[in-house]
């Protein structure tokens, strides 16, 4: 909770996301189911944590909604900089070494962890502390997360029912995507790529599918995030991998009259978030 709406049909609950291709912004009232507020912005290169925080205040020096009293605020970050950790071996104490393998971990980084309870397990990641004391700053106390928790949530939800045969989730952004495999309702692996070229692209994809023993015949591909039949991505994959499909999904809001509905697949962690 940060600031409280006093009208019984207001309560205005944001959903931030946060990376370093871009930004979004979801709104929600939830009295009413609707989304009062949406915009995303994507930059035309990578940027640096001050660069976004800069980014930031600029959007905040122009949207009169995100300056006004809100009830609920949730900060997602999308990097690359985690790790998922079994719950039975996390110490907490010894939380920067889950990180240290696979990421350049400073002695002025703050490591923070969600824990995905249901699921027995722990995110590990450096969240952006800049950016975190500026929302601070704006409303009070507030909840951020690390987007892939939201994200294997999510999927792990869909999977819960329907246990059969392997699946690998691609959440594409700009300059990289998230890649989720699950196998039998059970995750397998979850990791981010860097890539600008749509050869590194499937490079990665299948020396990933490579590694699990998997055939590209036989596994479900299925996309979300920043993706279409028309996208480079999409075609080389489709080359490549037997069953390409995107993630259907509902996300159960109202949008308000004359605004473009997003895919069912496009900011997916942002919406489900709310």
Not at 22 to 27: M, N, R, T, Y
Not at 53 to 72: H, W
Not at 194 to 216: G, H, N, R, S, V
Not at 237 to 253: D, E, M, P, W
Request: aromatic share 16%; net charge negative; proline share 3%.
């Amino acid at each position: 909770m940060v600031k409280t709406n006093n009208s019984k049909n207001n309560f205005y609950k944001l959903s931030i996301q946060v990376s370093l291709n871009g930004l979004s912004f979801c709104a929600i009232n939830k009295p009413l189911n609707t989304i009062v507020f949406f915009k995303v912005i994507d930059y035309r290169k990578r940027l640096n944590p001050i660069e976004v925080l800069q980014q930031i205040e600029k959007v905040y020096e122009k949207e009169e909604f995100l300056r006004t009293p809100l009830d609920e605020v949730i900060l997602l970050f999308s990097n690359e900089l985690y790790s998922l950790v079994p719950e039975k071996f996390f110490i907490e104490d010894n939380a920067s070494d889950y990180l240290k393998f696979n990421t350049k971990i400073l002695e002025t980084d703050f490591v923070a962890q969600d824990h995905l309870e249901e699921h027995e397990l722990v995110n590990v990641y450096i969240p952006f502390t800049n950016i975190i004391n500026f929302f601070f700053d704006q409303y009070g106390e507030f909840e951020y997360r690390h987007d892939t928790s939201v994200l294997v949530e999510e999927l792990l939800k869909l999977n819960k029912e329907k246990k059969v045969g392997t699946k690998m989730y691609v959440n594409n952004y700009p300059s990289g995507y998230d890649l989720v495999v699950i196998q039998e309702g059970k995750l397998i692996l979850t990791n981010s790529f860097t890539c600008d070229t749509k050869e590194d692209f499937i490079y990665y994809l299948l020396f990933t599918a490579e590694q699990l023993e998997l055939d590209p015949s036989s596994f479900d591909l299925i996309f979300l995030g920043d993706i279409s039949k028309e996208s480079e991505r999409y075609k080389i994959a489709y080359t490549y991998i037997k069953n390409l499909s995107f993630l259907k999904t509902s996300f159960g809001f109202i949008f308000e009259a004359g605004s473009v509905l997003p895919k069912g697949y496009a900011h997916f962690t942002t919406f489900k978030s709310l």
